[in-house]
């Protein structure tokens, strides 16, 4: 298996330009998650979907963000606008049901907002 | 709720030598307790884990942890560290009852000196 696939890997904008960020959990697991990663605020849940349902975006930082699992092998997370704090490491995770699963992080979106 | 504390930001060692990294849990009843291990430009990956059984797991490159209910620890160690293991470590705990979404401490930042 590839594991969790995220595109693309780095991206440059400018404030007030929408960006969005995709995944491709792996096959077969049931939970999508995304997460943002800061030096300041360390490793934050931003939403998780569960059978490709959004079960808790209590993390969304607000209604800038969204995110979308149209299907079970792809999820999106979309900034609109973007502002230079949202600059930041975006990881999406997958897993299989179950609390003593392992989660599978894919290799992370490197936002830099302008 | 859960919570997960790594009481230290950053933990030098010298190559060759011994480590512990340091992992408290606060949740009511035995949790789910993982070890994850992020390199540079990475995603986190699982070093080990558990949830039942032995309290001594053993996990990849060489590392161990020990669940110690009693003083709510999970600390990961390893007898002799090498170069390699430079990254950064994160101890994350899941509730055994509930949602199974996963709490992550702040991690602590290894740094291996030759």
């Known amino acids: 298996d590839a594991g969790v696939i995220q595109s693309p890997r780095h991206e440059v904008t400018e404030m007030g330009q929408e960006v969005t960020l995709r995944c491709k959990p792996i096959?077969?697991?049931?939970?999508l998650f995304w997460y943002r990663q800061t030096m300041m605020r360390g490793l934050e849940l931003l939403i998780y979907f569960n059978n490709n349902v959004p079960i808790d975006d209590s993390g969304m930082p607000e209604d800038r963000f969204s995110a979308k699992m149209p299907n079970a092998s792809f999820s999106t997370l979309k900034i609109q606008p973007s502002e230079p704090r949202d600059s930041a490491v975006y990881f999406c995770?997958?897993?299989?049901?179950?609390?003593?699963?392992?989660?599978?992080f894919g290799p992370g979106t490197r936002l830099l907002v302008l | 709720a859960q919570s997960v504390t790594q009481p230290d930001i950053h933990i030098t060692v010298s190559e060759g030598a011994s480590l512990e990294l340091r992992c408290n849990y606060s949740?009511?009843?035995?949790?789910?307790l993982f070890w994850y291990v992020q390199s540079p430009g990475q995603g986190l990956q699982l070093l080990l884990k558990?949830?039942?059984?032995?309290?001594l797991v053993q996990g990849i490159k060489g590392f161990e942890a020990e669940f110690k209910r009693s003083q709510s620890s999970f600390n990961l160690r390893k007898p002799s560290v090498h170069w390699s293991d430079a990254a950064e470590y994160f101890c994350a705990v899941v509730a055994s009852g509930g949602s199974y979404i996963p709490t992550f401490g702040r991690g602590t930042s290894l740094i291996v000196h030759p």
């Open positions: 949740y009511g009843a035995t949790p789910y």
């Open positions: 096959s077969g697991h049931d939970y």
């Open positions: 558990y949830f039942s059984g032995d309290t």
């Open positions: 995770a997958s897993r299989l049901r179950g609390g003593s699963e392992t989660q599978y």
